[in-house]
């Protein structure tokens, strides 16, 4: 793979052109339409409008938990545990959300130093407590403990914050709740919103289906690295962060169809790509994990498989292991250089200068990112997570 200078993916962001909180009606956000080269600006309500009649969009619809979570020591020191992922009773998200009674969890840790190793933080939540203890230091495991007869993700949501992005520098307030959340969030456990799925009401997904075209949700459990900024020159050397997905054979089979497929989000077009990369792997070997490493695609290849090929191996796989949902973890790290087996279009918001993201949206359009970027700024749109949005449309994608 060649060197990838991450300062020929950046630009000048202004501070004020970052949403700090979202329009009071979603569907009212600004639109970019590009396509092949051309741009138009309209309104997210009329997406139904610009897209191809075959399209079939798929959605990401995991659920953002209140990860962020503040204990309060004796000597009135706060300590912040922000959750990352599950370590037991299981590793899967959606299993240790129902967890009883105890858990443990991969965090980041606010004023870590105030926390000694082995002691424990109390916090009562009415008739329910959580007690939070600190077993490693090192790997930021934090075993928590709390009332019998609920779950994980009832105590989660009685004391937690909504984990709002870094880059809003604001406490969350009530409305978070409901805004930092998609309408069709379904499966717990994402630590960030796919926020190219925010600005979708139950009108536009109305829209869609009277216009005939299909949609499908999928599951990738957004992690905290999505804001992990390219701190390497060579962007091609940045770690990627893995993340858990969860496909069912309805999506596969929905991908058979060879229609126009669109992601909503960077995040399920991570998650499509990677069931490619998941196929080819089983075409060496019936019995690979589904576990999509960010080299992956970029290995000396003698031969592979068609799009139809790979995604019918993973449905063999299925069919042997008795399967109806696939759950897996995908690092997958698309960028510049990259060739894109199943998507064809894409709706995303505006991503940060120098970002894995804006890699992404340069891989799938080339130099034209620029232009986009260009014309977002000089028409007063506005950016990240609660920002306006873009349906991209390049042309059609090698298979």
Aim: aromatic share 10%; with cysteine.
């Amino acid at each position: 793979m060649k060197e990838l200078n991450i300062n020929d993916f950046t630009y000048e962001l202004p501070a004020g052109r970052i949403a700090l909180y979202p329009l009071d009606q979603r569907d009212q956000s600004k639109l970019l339409v590009y396509q092949k080269g051309s741009i138009a600006h309209k309104q997210f309500s009329s997406l139904a409008d610009f897209l191809p009649h075959n399209a079939t969009l798929f959605f990401n619809d995991t659920k953002v938990i209140p990860a962020r979570l503040h204990f309060t020591k004796d000597t009135g020191a706060t300590i912040e545990v922000f959750l990352l992922h599950p370590v037991s009773p299981s590793t899967l998200v959606v299993e240790a959300m129902q967890a009883q009674e105890k858990s443990v969890w991969k965090c980041t840790i606010g004023n870590l130093k105030r926390w000694a190793e082995g002691t424990s933080l109390q916090k009562e939540l009415g008739s329910l407590a959580v007690t939070a203890s600190l077993v490693n230091r090192e790997e930021g495991l934090v075993e928590f403990l709390w009332t019998p007869g609920v779950s994980f993700a009832e105590i989660i949501s009685r004391s937690g914050e909504t984990p709002l992005p870094p880059y809003l520098k604001r406490k969350p307030d009530v409305s978070d709740r409901d805004r930092y959340q998609t309408v069709y969030a379904h499966y717990e456990g994402a630590v960030a919103a796919p926020t190219a799925g925010l600005h979708f009401t139950n009108n536009v997904l109305q829209t869609l289906k009277a216009k005939g075209i299909e949609t499908d949700y999928l599951t990738l459990h957004v992690s905290a690295g999505t804001f992990q900024p390219v701190k390497v020159q060579n962007a091609v050397e940045h770690p990627m962060h893995t993340e858990q997905v969860l496909i069912s054979r309805n999506n596969l089979e929905n991908l058979l169809k060879n229609r126009f497929i669109i992601p909503v989000g960077t995040t399920s077009m991570r998650t499509l790509e990677s069931i490619y990369w998941f196929g080819v792997k089983l075409k060496k070997n019936h019995e690979a994990i589904f576990s999509i490493q960010q080299n992956d695609p970029y290995q000396n290849y003698t031969s592979l498989p068609s799009t139809e090929e790979a995604l019918q191996e993973v449905i063999r796989y299925m069919e042997r292991k008795q399967l109806d949902i696939l759950t897996g973890e995908t690092s997958i790290y698309i960028m510049p250089g990259y060739t894109f087996r199943i998507c064809r279009g894409l709706i995303t918001n505006f991503h940060q200068p120098g970002s894995t993201l804006i890699l992404l949206v340069a891989a799938f359009v080339g130099d034209d990112w620029k232009n986009i970027y260009h014309e977002a700024l000089a028409n007063d749109y506005r950016f990240l997570s609660y920002g306006d949005s873009s349906l991209l449309l390049p042309g059609r994608m090698e298979n």
